[in-house]
């Protein structure tokens, strides 16, 4: 490997600008030369590909975002784009890359390495939604960004007795909405992997807790079920419980990543160059029993994970 290429692809992450700065580092300390790609494969496809070197990636590690920037571009889907991102990589003397992403952005890192580009995927997604890890860029800023915003929500709603249905991020995982759940303290806990939608009996409860005299009542409802604004108008139309929806959206994604996310990320980043650099491919860095490792792309995609069905019926425990 003489050149590696880094990009950051799908949903931006906290800590990302931690691991785009470990690439280049430990690739410069290993005497490789580094290009970053912008936009993703968008920009692999438009040759935006810069130089980098140690300076490109001064004073990142604390800022949210990705410097690369980062797109999703869905021509990246078909057999003959993906041919010609590899011939890009070529052209541009890169043998190596580095993919920043979630399980999307790995598939089109196992489509360069069959075209013969030294890929390496690192697990980089806001939702913890990558089988094959118990840690993903990201995640641990989200969730403290998430749960200070919850805390002041709860607030507001215990001085009004208000019923607050407040909306997460996740995509199709409830990893967000569990440790919120949990750590806020909510009543409920709605994720797509177990809401049976039987708003029946979720009504049935908040009457209960009513009647113990709680004063507020904190559902904290997954992007992946949506519609927190309709649950709210049917809960206070069905317990007279004043209810509103707070959807906490993008402010998830942003902000300076957490000690947790930089530490993690800059170990991924140098991670991905070393076994580059001992020639291996179609790998995905990872972090799982304790340690960073890697599995092979194609193995890594097939696997499966859900929430923890214990921390689940614990929270029921704990309100
Ligand atoms: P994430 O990487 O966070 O899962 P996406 O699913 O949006 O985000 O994927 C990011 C990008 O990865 C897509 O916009 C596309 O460029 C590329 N990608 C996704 N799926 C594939 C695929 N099956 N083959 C090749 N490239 C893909």
Redesign the pocket.
Known sequence: INTIGVLT???DAPGMNAAIRAVVREALSKGKKVKGIKR???GLLNEEIIDMDEHSVSDIISRGGTILQT????E??QPEV?QKGAEICKKHGIDGIVVI????????AQ?LANHGINTIGVPG?IDLDIACTDYTIGFDTAINTAMEAIDKVRDTSTSHDRCSVIEVMGRGAGYIAMWCGIANGAEEILIPEKYDHDEAALIERIKENRKKGKQHYIIINAEGIGDSQGLAKRIEAATGMESRATILGHMQRGGSPSCKDRMYASIMGAYAVDILCEGKSNRVVAHADGKFCDFDIDEALAMTKSVSEYEYEIAKNLV
């Open positions: 692809s799908g949903g993703g494969y968008a797109a999703r571009c869905l990246f889907k993906q992403g979630g399980d999307g952005s790995f598939q089109g489509k997604t």
